[in-house]
């Protein structure tokens, strides 16, 4: 049967039956369909988008020859094109659309149809599907319904479940905490940080049982996940990775098995740009589906490593891993190359600690300071936590502490009280003020002695 003729059967049926289908259907069926569409969303852009247009034109490709992401050659789509040029990768009228936060004033816009969205929630749908989640749950979902889109593909993916659902937006958690049981809600969709303040009010007033618990939007500090299952018990506590550019999600956690995502490869083809030894590179995909607006290889800025290896849990969808960073927040300094996720690991088993930090790179003189700034709960003094972290350092990174004890650069820890370093949605963990393009409007709001 051809696959146009497969394609509408599948439409027809429930995002439950697409979910068992779609874990029985051999890699090979899905990397074809793949680059089929592949190929025919090069052709679309290309026949209609003025920002495709010039781009191919100005490298000479012929999009009919274009048969695999390699035929692009060198070309790819960025988040600056996206923040200048968004309206020239229009192809077909909008009904939607999405902004992204943004830190450099003017916002990434990211076009939709009608049909499109409906699509999102219904691969959002079958995702939540292959985690259990059923008609018969009942969700609450907690994401932001701001100009991001979190909130809003949520719903249409609660929508498609066929089960029953408020969307609350991102609310004070005592809100949905208050309707846990005149709602009976088995299912709580939120970023992570919120989802760790409600676990908190459960935690003081008392738990419902819950089947589960899925996060995205940020990363959910790894020893986070045991304690919010232990205080929600029976519930699993998931987190799927998606942006507004992606629109659904990239990677979701359908399975126990893998500390990372397995991959939607039916709607998106990934790629990994410039990989080192160990395989981790920025995140690239093409959109598969999108006719507004198609993105052809689009850079995430996210760096992650795919996964070879088959999940032990059998599914045919393959794995990327957790993301170890943003690209723009790699820090090329004396002690290395240095991610947000090795501080992260540095910091994680000290428990007084709250899962919010910074660290800051300057220079005094030629010589290079990493300060980290981490927030108590009990009052710990820097000189109390000192050791403790230096000893993290030596068991998990032993090069960055050989380079520190060679004095190669200093290290200094300052403590603040819960709640001094967050600012907005996001606070960003790395930040290299030892450059004349320092970007100082990162810096966390409590670290205003740095800012002067
Ligand atoms: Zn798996």
Same mark, same amino acid.
């Given at each position: $049967?051809?696959?146009?003729?497969?394609?509408?059967?599948?439409?027809?049926?429930?995002?439950?039956?697409?979910?068992?289908?779609?874990?029985?259907?051999?890699?090979?069926?899905?990397?074809?369909?793949?680059?089929?569409?592949?190929?025919?969303?090069?052709?679309? &852009?290309?026949?209609? *988008?003025?920002?495709?247009?010039?781009?191919?034109?100005?490298?000479?490709?012929?999009?009919?020859?274009?048969?695999?992401?390699?035929?692009?050659?060198?070309?790819?789509?960025?988040?600056? !094109?996206?923040?200048?040029?968004?309206?020239?990768?229009?192809?077909?009228?909008?009904?939607? #659309?999405? +902004?992204?936060?943004?830190?450099?004033?003017?916002?990434?816009?990211?076009?939709?149809? @009608?049909?499109?969205?409906? *699509?999102?929630?219904? *691969?959002?749908?079958?995702?939540?599907? $292959?985690?259990?989640?059923?008609?018969?749950?009942?969700?609450?979902?907690?994401?932001?319904?701001?100009?991001?889109?979190?909130? $809003?593909?949520?719903?249409?993916?609660?929508?498609?479940?066929?089960?029953?659902?408020?969307?609350?937006?991102?609310?004070?958690?005592?809100? #949905?905490?208050?309707?846990?049981?005149?709602?009976?809600?088995?299912?709580? =969709?939120?970023?992570?940080?919120?989802?760790?303040?409600?676990?908190?009010?459960?935690?003081?007033?008392?738990?419902?049982?819950?089947?589960? =618990?899925?996060?995205? &939007? +940020?990363?959910?500090?790894?020893?986070?996940?045991?304690? %919010?299952?232990?205080?929600?018990?029976?519930?699993?506590?998931? %987190?799927?990775?998606?942006?507004?550019?992606?629109?659904?999600?990239?990677?979701?956690?359908?399975?126990?098995?893998?500390?990372?995502?397995?991959?939607?490869?039916?709607?998106?083809?990934?790629?990994?740009?410039?990989?080192?030894?160990?395989?981790?590179? +920025?995140?690239?995909?093409?959109?598969?589906?999108?006719?507004?607006?198609?993105?052809?290889?689009?850079?995430?800025?996210?760096?992650?490593?795919?996964?070879?290896?088959?999940?032990?849990?059998?599914?045919?969808?393959?794995?990327?891993?957790?993301?170890?960073?943003?690209?723009?927040?790699?820090? #090329?300094?004396?002690?290395?190359?240095?991610?947000?996720?090795?501080?992260? @690991?540095?910091?994680?088993?000290?428990?007084?600690?709250?899962?919010?930090?910074? #660290?800051?790179?300057?220079?005094?003189?030629?010589?290079?300071? %990493?300060?980290?700034?981490? +927030?108590?709960?009990?009052?710990?003094?820097?000189?109390?936590?000192?050791?403790?972290?230096? *000893?993290?350092?030596?068991?998990?990174?032993?090069?960055? %502490?050989?380079?520190?004890?060679?004095?190669?650069?200093? $290290?200094?820890?300052?403590?603040?009280?819960?709640?001094?370093?967050?600012?907005?949605?996001?606070?960003?963990?790395?930040? !290299? =003020?030892?450059?004349?393009?320092?970007?100082?409007?990162?810096?966390?709001?409590?670290?205003?002695?740095?800012?002067?």
């Amino acid at each position: $049967m051809p696959f146009r003729l497969i394609e509408k059967f599948i439409e027809t049926l429930s995002p439950a039956t697409m979910a068992r289908l779609a874990r029985r259907t051999p890699p090979s069926v899905i990397r074809r369909m793949a680059a089929k569409h592949f190929r025919q969303t090069v052709r679309w &852009a290309a026949a209609r *988008s003025p920002f495709y247009q010039r781009a191919f034109a100005a490298r000479g490709l012929d999009p009919a020859k274009i048969r695999t992401p390699a035929d692009l050659g060198d070309f790819y789509t960025t988040p600056d !094109d996206l923040v200048a040029n968004a309206e020239d990768f229009i192809c077909a009228p909008p009904s939607i #659309v999405f +902004e992204s936060s943004g830190t450099t004033g003017r916002n990434k816009r990211v076009y939709y149809s @009608n049909d499109e969205l409906h *699509s999102i929630g219904v *691969s959002s749908a079958v995702g939540l599907a $292959m985690l259990g989640i059923t008609a018969e749950d009942r969700i609450a979902n907690a994401f932001d319904f701001n100009i991001w889109i979190p909130g $809003m593909v949520a719903h249409y993916g609660c929508m498609a479940t066929g089960a029953f659902s408020l969307a609350f937006g991102k609310v004070d958690p005592i809100e #949905v905490y208050r309707r846990l049981e005149q709602y009976k809600f088995t299912v709580i =969709l939120g970023e992570p940080t919120w989802l760790i303040r409600l676990t908190e009010l459960a935690e003081q007033h008392g738990a419902r049982p819950l089947r589960f =618990l899925v996060g995205s &939007a +940020e990363e959910m500090p790894p020893d986070a996940v045991r304690w %919010m299952e232990n205080v929600w018990k029976p519930a699993r506590v998931v %987190m799927s990775y998606g942006s507004v550019e992606i629109g659904g999600a990239i990677g979701f956690q359908p399975c126990l098995q893998i500390d990372g995502y397995h991959m939607d490869n039916v709607d998106y083809l990934t790629e990994i740009l410039e990989p080192d030894a160990d395989g981790y590179g +920025e995140i690239v995909f093409t959109t598969l589906g999108r006719r507004v607006m198609p993105l052809l290889r689009y850079r995430t800025r996210d760096v992650a490593r795919l996964i070879s290896e088959p999940c032990p849990c059998g599914s045919n969808f393959p794995c990327m891993s957790k993301i170890r960073g943003r690209r723009d927040e790699l820090i #090329v300094a004396s002690g290395g190359n240095l991610y947000p996720l090795m501080f992260q @690991n540095i910091l994680e088993p000290l428990p007084e600690l709250t899962h919010d930090w910074q #660290v800051v790179f300057k220079l005094e003189g030629v010589r290079e300071i %990493m300060e980290i700034h981490v +927030e108590s709960t009990n009052g710990a003094t820097a000189d109390a936590l000192d050791p403790r972290l230096r *000893s993290q350092i030596t068991d998990q990174y032993p090069d960055l %502490m050989k380079n520190l004890a060679l004095g190669i650069f200093q $290290m200094r820890l300052f403590v603040h009280r819960p709640g001094e370093l967050r600012v907005g949605r996001k606070l960003k963990r790395l930040v !290299d =003020l030892r450059f004349a393009h320092a970007d100082r409007a990162a810096l966390a709001p409590g670290l205003s002695d740095i800012r002067s």
